[in-house]
Each structure stands twice: as structure tokens, then as C-alpha cells.
């Protein structure tokens, strides 16, 4: 492609409203436009890389034996009513009216749509197993769409569903789906983990998010640096090998914490690290459901996992009306003694003793604390925020590492809820009706072109992995004006097109600060510059976008050299 005939719009400053890296580059890289919030354009550059991603996708998915078709946007509302989704859904999923006042919505993810074909067309076991995908466009009404594709209302997700007569055969989707994923992000040149991830209501460890690695991401993980375990911190277990029992060497004791509420200002205050303090904090799960939950006082609660240990939709907070209700004290001098609710602490609570803890009461607190001796804990659990430095909960030896990853990719192992709640058996090889178990496999192809900028990037731009890489070659004439310099870049042109290497060539009458800019800006891999002094003795100069190496090539020599870094980073020949 010729820079002059393209539509690669640049910008120098960043716009505005773009708050993560890869929204401004991909906004200064002229890859996309916005039209309204969450929803953009693919512009010519970006739609290169978009479709690379598909293809990747594509050939790994049929690789794995899934086979792709294609369902609409527009889903009929009738389908999300028999699964029950049409009511709990909530504001994400975009409901219309059609002029017949028939109510649709525009699929925000393809159970339903898939599982109606499936029970119309699959009859008998012996059509099983079967893994459908397709890459489409979804629509989610995100309460606060923002950074760029990453999350936007409008986005292109490549969508599987396997359907199989069994839980061993879906567990086999299940695996064979983790292992085309792996491959998949490893294809686009990533570094990512995959992760075990909370999944609810459903239970069971079925189901993992692939994580791209980058300092924005907006989830936490942790992973083992000895063995392969990984998890979002959501998840993260967390176990507690040879805890002893402590004994108490000090007398509980009333102190008085003038206007000390938080953790670090009582552990200030008295002297001591927040380490020996216990925090409680009442938390609520419904409208009339309180609680108390211990915690060591530098640790986080893990909302999702006391949830599902108490079996409930959300554990929260409690807001200062229902603490002062419960303890008899505002917000930060709750503790155990003498409440009348039901306390579960944490498991590192149990090895503690001599500790500092509220005392319900204004300006209070109480030292020398000790389990049993002054108060009873209904229940031990996991239920703290895995931080880096804990030990890893699978192997003896690990320590856990914490990153921050950007979900790219959701494996899922949904069982039957769809296939129940909408009637979608076959008929096993005794004639006897089964209940299809299914899996949903999920990657946001979006979202991983700004995940591999968000990774890698520097302060002059994007810094694109070879196999996402909109072009994978750059030429620029440093003056087109000179016939040498246009004559020898266009040579270059034609051949490169001719070993099949993608190349744009930058022909356009700029002076060359602009033109190195812009190259650094767009990224592209390879540059190769053709000047007039280097000319003169027969070369040209290859700059290699991500180590900024350059070497002086003969002219004659540059296309297959290019040819050959292409091929050596692309893991083919
Ligand atoms: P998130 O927690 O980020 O909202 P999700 O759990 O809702 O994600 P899934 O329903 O599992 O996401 O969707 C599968 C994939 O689609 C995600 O892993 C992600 O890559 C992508 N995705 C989800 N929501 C968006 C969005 N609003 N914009 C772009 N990509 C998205
Ligand atoms: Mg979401």
C-alpha cells in the first residue's frame, strides 16, 4: 500500500478523553474513529490488525475442530425469556421494539440463539460432539464504556459453544478449547497467563480467563513462581500448612484511641504494625442479613469468595447506619466482643493471639485480644485477598507472584442451564432423551489488539507483536523528489510484494522528521529507509522497530532479508 493513496490520519497530541495507552495510540495510529461512547470506527489501519486477530482465531478454533457459522444481532426476545436471561439480564442488554412491537435485543453474548439451533437440528448422539463459533459483532450496554476497544458498548467477540451428551465429553471441549486459546495468544506474541477465575453461581473450577500481562489491566492475578498455578485473585485459594495454635501471653485490656479509626492510625497510635491488629467488619447480604468478618488487620477481604462461601449473590460493606446499628459505635471501632451476630474469620486469624480489636464503643479499642479466651469465632475460612509473597495453595515450594492482566479470553464450563431451561436434549444410543452439557468459550478481538498495544508500546508509539502487525514492513523514502531514492524504494516495493510481505510504503513528500515520527507512532515492525548517501554506496537501512537495532543492507539484499526476519518471527517459511 502507498501512504499517498491511504487514509492513515495521525494525530500528534492525544485526544482528551483517551485516559490508557492503547486508546491514544490507537486513536494517534489513525486505527480508529469514534462515533459515539463505546462505539468506534475501524479505520483502514486498525481493521488490518482486527482481521489479523480473526484469522488467528479462525485457524486455531478449526484447528480444535470448531466449526464456524454466523447468528444476528437482533435477537428475538422470546428466546431470552425461555432461558430466563430476558429478566435478570439487567441494563446491558439493549432491548428494541420491531414496528410490529415485537420486543428483540442485540445479542450481548449467543447462548440462547445457539442453543434454539442446536435442539432444532441435532437429534442423536451420535451428531455429538459439536464446538460452534463465530466472530460477531456484540452490543453491551456497559454502565461505563471506556478506554477504546478494550471496553466499548459495540465489539467484535469470537463466541464458541460446544454441546456434548456428557460431562466427561464437555470436560474434553472444555480442555481442548484451554489448549487452542494458549495457542492463540501465544500466536499473537503475548505474554499472558491463564487463570483460574471465580465462576459464580455454577461452581467448580470450570472456568479460567486468559490474561494479557500489562500495568493497566483492571484485574489482579497471582501466579506460582515454581508450578503452573494461576489465578485471578477473585479466586485465589490460599492455605495455611502447619498453623499452630497460639498461646496468649497478654490480659485483655480497654484502651483509649482518641479519634483513631483506621487500621494504620491505631496501629500508629499504639505503637504497633497493623499486622497485629485484627479488623472486623460488619458486611451485609441482604436487605436484613448482617454479619462480622475477622480479618488480620493489612489484609483485604475477598467479597467474591465470602459470597460463595455463604451461598449469596453479594457481600458488601455495611453503610455507616447499619454499623452503628449493629455495634453500637460508628464505622471504625467494630469488634467481636459481645456482638450478637454470626463472625467468621479468617483462617490466618486462628494463629493469631494478642491482638488489638475494636471495642464497639466511640474512641475504643482493646488489647491483648484472644480467640476463645474473650470471644468465639463461628467459622474459619478463606476468605482474604491472595497478595504476591503468600504461599502458592498447589505445591510445596512456590511463593505467588501478582500481576495485572487485561481479560483477552473466557473458558466456560456452563453444564446444563441453558440446555434445561430450553428443552435441548438428543436421544442416547437406549432411545432415552439426554440433556446436553455445554461449554462457552469467549475472546474479545478487540480488546486484544489494545491488550498487545498495552503491552507494548514506548514513549514514540505502538510497537506491534509481528503476527498482529497491520503491515509488516515500512519503506520510506527519505526524498521521493530524488528519481534514485523513488526509483530504488519502489524496486523495493515491488518485491517485497512479490515474497508475499505486507508493506506500506511511505512515498509521501514529507519532510523526514514527520515521516520518522509517524513511522515510530504506527510501529510497524521493520522499517526499511531509502536515503541518497546510503544509496550512493548501494545500501539501505533496516530499523527494527522493537530493539531499534538498524544494520545497512546491500539494496539487492533487503527484500529477502526482510522476507527472512518476517518468517523466522512468524514461525513459518
Ligand atoms: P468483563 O469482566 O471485562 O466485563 P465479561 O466477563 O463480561 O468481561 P465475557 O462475557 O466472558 O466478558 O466475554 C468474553 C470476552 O469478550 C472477554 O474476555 C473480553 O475479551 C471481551 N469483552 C467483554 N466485554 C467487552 C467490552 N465491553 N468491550 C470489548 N471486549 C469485551
Ligand atoms: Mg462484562
Redesign the pocket.
Known amino acids: 500500500m502507498r501512504y499517498t493513496q491511504y487514509l492513515l490520519p495521525t494525530l500528534k497530541e492525544n485526544p482528551a478523553d483517551a485516559e490508557v495507552i492503547s486508546h491514544q495510540l490507537m486513536m494517534r495510529a489513525g486505527m480508529i474513529r469514534k462515533v459515539a461512547a ?1 462505539i468506534y470506527n475501524y479505520m483502514p489501519f486498525g481493521l488490518r490488525s482486527i482481521r489479523k486477530m480473526e484469522q488467528i482465531v479462525r485457524e486455531e478454533m478449526d484447528r480444535a475442530g470448531a466449526i464456524e457459522c454466523l447468528m444476528p444481532m437482533a435477537n428475538p426476545a422470546e428466546l431470552w425469556q425461555e432461558s430466563g436471561r430476558w429478566e435478570k439480564y439487567g441494563k446491558e442488554l439493549l432491548r428494541f421494539k420491531d414496528r410490529k412491537e415485537t420486543e428483540f435485543c442485540m445479542g ?2 449467543h447462548e440462547e440463539v445457539i442453543t434454539d439451533i442446536v435442539r432444532n437440528t441435532v437429534k442423536s448422539y451420535r451428531q455429538l460432539p459439536l464446538n460452534l463459533y463465530q466472530i460477531q459483532t ?1 452490543f ?1 450496554d ?1 454502565i461505563r ?1 471506556r478506554f477504546g ?5 459495540e ?3 469470537k ?1 464458541a459453544y460446544s454441546f456434548d451428551t456428557d460431562d466427561a465429553g464437555a470436560d474434553k471441549a472444555y480442555d481442548r478449547m484451554y489448549q487452542a486459546y494458549r495457542r492463540i495468544f501465544q500466536r499473537c506474541g503475548l505474554k499472558f497467563r491463564a487463570v483460574e477465575a471465580d465462576s459464580g453461581a455454577i461452581g467448580g473450577s470450570f472456568s479460567h ?2 490474561m494479557v500481562l500489562a500495568e493497566s489491566g ?2 489482579a492475578i497471582v501466579s506460582c513462581d515454581a508450578c503452573e498455578y494461576a489465578a485471578n485473585v477473585e479466586k485465589a485459594e490460599l492455605i495455611y500448612r502447619n498453623q499452630l495454635t497460639p498461646v496468649a501471653t497478654a490480659e485483655l485490656q480497654k484502651v483509649d484511641t482518641p479519634a483513631q479509626k483506621s487500621i494504620e492510625e491505631v496501629a500508629a497510635f499504639l505503637k504497633l504494625k497493623p499486622s497485629q491488629l485484627v479488623k472486623t467488619l460488619i458486611i451485609q447480604t441482604s436487605a436484613d442479613e448482617v454479619l462480622a468478618v475477622l480479618l488480620r488487620g493489612d489484609r483485604e477481604l475477598n467479597e467474591i469468595k465470602l459470597a460463595n462461601l455463604l451461598g449469596v449473590d453479594w457481600a458488601l460493606m455495611a453503610e455507616d447506619a447499619v454499623v452503628q446499628k449493629t455495634t453500637g459505635a460508628p464505622t471504625g471501632f467494630a469488634g467481636p466482643i459481645g456482638l450478637n451476630i454470626r463472625v467468621i474469620a479468617d483462617r490466618e486469624v486462628r494463629g493469631m493471639a494478642d491482638f488489638v480489636i475494636g471495642g464497639n464503643a466511640v474512641d475504643v479499642h482493646y488489647t491483648g485480644a484472644s480467640l476463645g479466651r474473650d470471644f468465639e469465632v463461628g467459622q474459619f475460612a478463606d476468605i482474604r485477598q491472595a497478595v504476591g509473597g503468600d504461599p502458592c495453595p498447589r505445591c510445596d515450594c512456590g511463593k505467588l507472584e501478582s500481576w495485572r492482566g ?5 473458558v ?1 464450563k456452563l453444564g446444563t442451564k441453558y440446555s434445561e431451561a430450553m428443552n435441548a436434549t438428543v436421544l442416547d444410543d437406549s432411545g432415552k432423551a439426554r440433556t446436553l452439557v455445554m461449554g ?1 468459550y ?7 489488539v ?1 491488550a498487545a498495544i498495552e503491552q507494548n508500546h514506548d514513549e514514540n508509539g505502538i510497537i506491534w507483536p509481528l503476527a498482529l502487525a497491520p503491515y509488516q514492513v515500512l519503506v520510506s523514502m527519505v526524498n521521493p523528489k530524488d528519481d534514485a531514492v523513488r526509483e530504488a524504494a519502489e524496486q523495493l516495493y515491488r518485491q517485497l510484494g512479490e515474497l508475499g510481505i505486507e508493506v506500506l510504503l511511505d512515498d509521501r513528500d514529507e519532510r523526514p522528521g514527520i515521516k520518522f515520527k509517524d513511522a515510530d507512532l504506527i510501529g510497524l515492525p521493520l522499517r526499511l529507509t531509502v536515503g541518497a548517501r546510503n544509496l550512493k554506496e548501494g545500501k539501505v537501512e533496516l530499523t527494527q522497530r522493537a530493539s531499534g537495532e538498524m544494520s545497512l543492507l546491500e539494496l539487492g539484499e533487503a527484500a529477502t532479508r526482510v522476507r527472512q526476519l518476517v518468517a523466522e518471527a512468524l514461525d513459518a517459511d
Open positions: 463505546g450481548p453474548t456484540k453491551r456497559e464504556p476497544l478494550m471496553r466499548g458498548r465489539f467484535i467477540m463466541d480467563e486468559f483492571e484485574d487485561i481479560e483477552v479470553g473466557h466456560f462457552c469467549g475472546i474479545g478481538i478487540g480488546r486484544t489494545a
